[in-house]
């Protein structure tokens, strides 16, 4: 397959990801794509049509009627569940959790897996996940690994919710983070972890993605692209 540009960004969930992703793409003028916005798409639809995500032949089954699409609209990326825009209805507890079971599952990865490399090939792509550097894209000239603690990042989604009126326990969301943690970097298949060629960064001492952001940039200026 053709290969074109590539910034993979990894890191576990609540690091600031997607917001430094974005930021990234718009600065530099590329497209992002948001990796976990397709499981999470695959997971609301085995939660909407009542199948037990657990069982591995069933949601196999379903996969053959599972089309995703990432479309950008105006800068924004929207996701569509076959052909229905479900960008905000991903965004639950509920779905979170379910996005880590199913991408525990190998044929679930098979499919989004080639889906994600054809959408980078030949293209300028910010894109962030778990495995984009050590798997999808291993060829991208620019990967980071994003981290922070799990306290800090479960701190930082309590303080999310509250300012969206969805005030949660810290000890629930703790939870929560910990055991998809646990999920994404002890699975089977393409678990969460850094590539060997990948720069480390923290987002530990209160950086913001503004600052992770910067940080980007400045790694792709420096390095000449
Ligand atoms: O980044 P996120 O929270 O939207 O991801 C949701 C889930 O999808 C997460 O628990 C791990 C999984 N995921 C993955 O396994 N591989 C990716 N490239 C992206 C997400």
Known sequence: MKK???IAID?????GKSTAARLVAQELGMAYIDTGAMYRAVALYQ????INMYNDEKLERSLKDIALEIVNDGGVQKILLNGRDVTDLIRTQEVSEGASVV????????????QQKQMAAAGR???????IGTHVLPWAQIKIYLDAPP??????R???????????????IYAGIVARDKRDRSRKHNP????????????AQNESPKDTARDIVNIYEERGY
């Open 4 to 6: 074109g540009f590539a």
């Open 11 to 15: 890191g576990p969930g609540g690091v």
């Open 47 to 50: 939660i909407e049509n009542g």
């Open 103 to 114: 991408a525990a599952n190998l044929r679930v990865r098979e499919k989004l897996v080639a």
């Open 125 to 131: 792509v910010v894109m962030d996940g778990r495995d």
């Open 151 to 156: 306290e800090i990042r479960a701190q930082r």
């Open 158 to 172: 309590v303080l999310e919710l509250e300012e969206k009126g969805q005030p949660e326990d810290y000890k629930h």
């Open 192 to 203: 969460l972890i850094q590539a060997e060629d990948a720069v480390y960064l923290s987002t």
